[in-house]
């Protein structure tokens, strides 16, 4: 069994005197694709922040390859290769194609790996490769999803969270959005998904957690989880 890439501990987080997450414990181990399950508000994609420390953990812990990054500032965090693409894809708006996927690699030092993987980019979403030099902003909602996803690549990531993938999405697309995940995934980055189609996202899934007003109260492999009962007139709808 391989080991933990990323492991949460005791993690609580309040707003204000909300308490959005409470003791939230559980891990990712190298190679693994994990969703996170549950309705909207439950707290799924606070995790995800406070694990990248864009927000503040009330109490808890965050070990990543075997570091302690509980503390680290966000951008150190990026650097040592847990990257994040938001919900809402977050990409520049004003800049090109281009100019999106050359951000991802902003602290890269390295021009002819640079280069290459650009070119894996586009080989991945060649719509990409169509609009190098369009603003992005004038992109499809699956385009810029696809540019925010390719975006993320550039910054070589060994952890990849994705939060909400598929929002706002045609179904043709969003079967393509996971068919990229997957690819990602065979390509030997670990990712934790946050989504809210959660029959695809547990399809996919090698395990899940399921979330419930900012607790986990069931955890197991995704076709066990499948076949519950519970989960399944929960977030299934059978």
Same mark, same amino acid.
């Given at each position: 069994?391989?080991?933990?890439?990323l492991t949460?501990?005791?993690m609580?987080?309040?707003?204000?005197?909300i308490?959005?997450?409470?003791g939230?414990?559980?891990?990712? !181990?190298?190679? #693994?694709i994990?969703?996170l399950?549950?309705?909207?508000?439950? +707290?799924?994609?606070?995790?995800? =922040? /406070?694990?990248?420390?864009?927000?503040?953990k009330?109490?808890?812990?965050?070990?990543?390859?075997?570091?302690?990054?509980?503390?680290?500032p966000p951008?150190?965090?990026?650097?040592?290769?847990?990257?994040?693409?938001?919900?809402g894809?977050?990409i520049?708006?004003?800049?090109?194609?281009?100019?999106?996927?050359?951000?991802?690699a902003?602290?890269r030092?390295?021009r002819?790996?640079?280069?290459?993987?650009m070119e894996?980019?586009?080989?991945?979403?060649? !719509?990409?490769? #169509?609009?190098?030099?369009?603003?992005a902003?004038?992109?499809? +909602?699956?385009?810029q999803?696809? =540019? /925010?996803m390719?975006?993320?690549?550039?910054?070589?990531?060994?952890?990849l969270?994705?939060?909400?993938?598929?929002?706002?999405?045609?179904?043709?697309?969003?079967?393509?959005?996971?068919?990229?995940?997957r690819?990602?995934?065979?390509?030997?980055?670990?990712?934790?998904?946050?989504e809210?189609?959660?029959?695809?996202?547990?399809?996919?899934?090698?395990?899940?957690?399921?979330?419930?007003?900012g607790?986990?109260t069931?955890t197991?492999?995704?076709?066990?989880?499948?076949k519950d009962?519970?989960?399944?007139e929960?977030?299934?709808?059978?």
């Amino acid at each position: 069994m391989a080991e933990a890439l990323l492991t949460v501990r005791d993690m609580s987080v309040h707003y204000g005197v909300i308490r959005a997450l409470r003791g939230i414990s559980f891990e990712v !181990r190298a190679g #693994e694709i994990i969703s996170l399950i549950g309705s909207n508000g439950a +707290g799924k994609s606070t995790i995800l =922040l /406070a694990i990248s420390n864009i927000i503040r953990k009330t109490s808890g812990s965050v070990v990543f390859d075997g570091k302690d990054i509980s503390a680290l500032p966000p951008d150190q965090i990026v650097a040592a290769g847990l990257i994040q693409v938001p919900e809402g894809r977050r990409i520049f708006a004003n800049l090109t194609v281009k100019e999106n996927l050359e951000m991802g690699a902003y602290a890269r030092r390295d021009r002819s790996g640079i280069k290459e993987d650009m070119e894996s980019v586009y080989a991945i979403f060649p !719509r990409l490769k #169509e609009r190098v030099r369009q603003v992005a902003g004038t992109l499809s +909602g699956g385009e810029q999803q696809m =540019l /925010a996803m390719g975006r993320s690549l550039m910054a070589k990531p060994r952890l990849l969270l994705l939060d909400e993938p598929s929002m706002g999405l045609a179904p043709i697309l969003v079967d393509e959005i996971f068919s990229v995940i997957r690819r990602f995934n065979e390509g030997g980055t670990t990712i934790l998904l946050v989504e809210q189609n959660a029959f695809k996202a547990l399809k996919l899934a090698h395990r899940a957690y399921i979330l419930e007003t900012g607790e986990i109260t069931k955890t197991g492999p995704s076709g066990d989880l499948m076949k519950d009962d519970v989960v399944r007139e929960a977030y299934l709808g059978a």
